[in-house]
């Protein structure tokens, strides 16, 4: 079987697929070191090297407050370069599965977001987000496949559940956003999702895939802090309350609402409550100590 590249090798959504990756597949996995998307040049040979059957973009700029100021650098990665890949691939005809977000969507709708609705970006990161998955279906030549995800978290890398068993274990009070509702998703079960996707013989252009359930990134957090107390990652449970996405003040706009509705993706993967998703990941950092 020809090999599958996975773009990001250090990255929170590599390590995850590279933790679930079926023993079937040969998988090479670049960092920026070895492949610098934003360079044309260095994608082409890359891709001239080996007869790819895939490729699967898990690099992004993802400092969602960062991107307000550092917007050059955003667009860089997670529009020109994913424009140039997908040109790239679309040219030799390999499959590239791209991973966009949540925050292309404004968050005004009270239900969830399906693929067809309608993005209107909040914040710089979540327009680059969004350039990037009309760049990579413009010039894919049909072969591109996005995949929106939300709100992941894994003992990988940097996310939202490592913060804050850093900041809970440091008993300082905690406020958190209680106005902010979306779906916490665990990375592995990403990482499921998309092995089982490129089984799929003729994708549809766009996914949604998140863990099933709505919550506010208060109630993440509190459940965190529960389940982290009752595993034995806390001492006590943390000190937390909820503020307001005013009173918190980050610098990036984030949409009010934005789960996701991947009823879509179903037929591919079955997606489980984000909070055993939850248990599951907390249970591997326990055993990391
Ligand atoms: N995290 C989340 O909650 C969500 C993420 N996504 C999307 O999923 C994708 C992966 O996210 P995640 O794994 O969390 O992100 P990470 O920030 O953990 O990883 C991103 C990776 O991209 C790499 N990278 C940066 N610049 C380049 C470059 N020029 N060329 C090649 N690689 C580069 C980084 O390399 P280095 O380590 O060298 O800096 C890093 O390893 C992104 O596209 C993101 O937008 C979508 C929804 C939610
Ligand atoms: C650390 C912290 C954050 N927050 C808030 C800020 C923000 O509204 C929310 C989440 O903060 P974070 O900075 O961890 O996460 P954020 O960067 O908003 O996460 C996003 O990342 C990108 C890459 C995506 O694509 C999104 O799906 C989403 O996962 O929690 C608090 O209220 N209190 C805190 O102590």
Known sequence: MKPILVIGRHGQVSHALKATQPDCYQVDYLGREALDIRSSLKIAQVLDQRDYRLVINASGYTQVDAAETDSQAAFALNHLAVKALAGHCGKRGIRLIHLSSDYVFDGRQNKPYRPEDTP??????????????????????????????????????????????????????????????????????????????????????????????????????????????????????????????????????????????????????????????????????????
Request: charge should be neutral; include cysteine; proline fraction near 6%.
């Open 120 to 289: 209107n970006p909040l914040s710089r990161y979540g327009e680059s987000k969004w350039r990037g998955e009309l760049a990579a279906l413009e010039y894919g030549q049909g072969h591109t496949c996005i995949v929106r995800t939300s709100w992941l978290y894994s003992p990988f890398g940097h996310n939202f559940v490592k913060t804050m068993l850093t900041l809970m274990r440091q008993c300082k009070p905690l406020k958190v956003v209680d106005d902010q509702w979306g779906t916490p998703t665990s990375a592995l079960a990403l990482g499921q999702f998309i092995w089982q996707l490129i089984q799929v013989i003729k994708p549809e252009p766009i996914y949604h895939w998140s863990d099933l359930g709505v919550t506010s990134w208060y109630e993440f957090a509190r459940q965190v802090s529960d389940s982290a107390n009752a595993l034995g990652l806390l001492d006590e449970p943390a000190n937390l309350s909820p503020i307001s996405t005013q009173e918190y003040g980050a610098a990036a706009p984030r949409p009010h609402y934005s789960a996701l509705d991947n009823s879509g993706s179903k037929g591919i993967l079955p997606a489980k409550r984000w909070q055993d998703n939850l248990i599951q990941v907390l249970q591997l950092l326990a055993k990391e100590g």
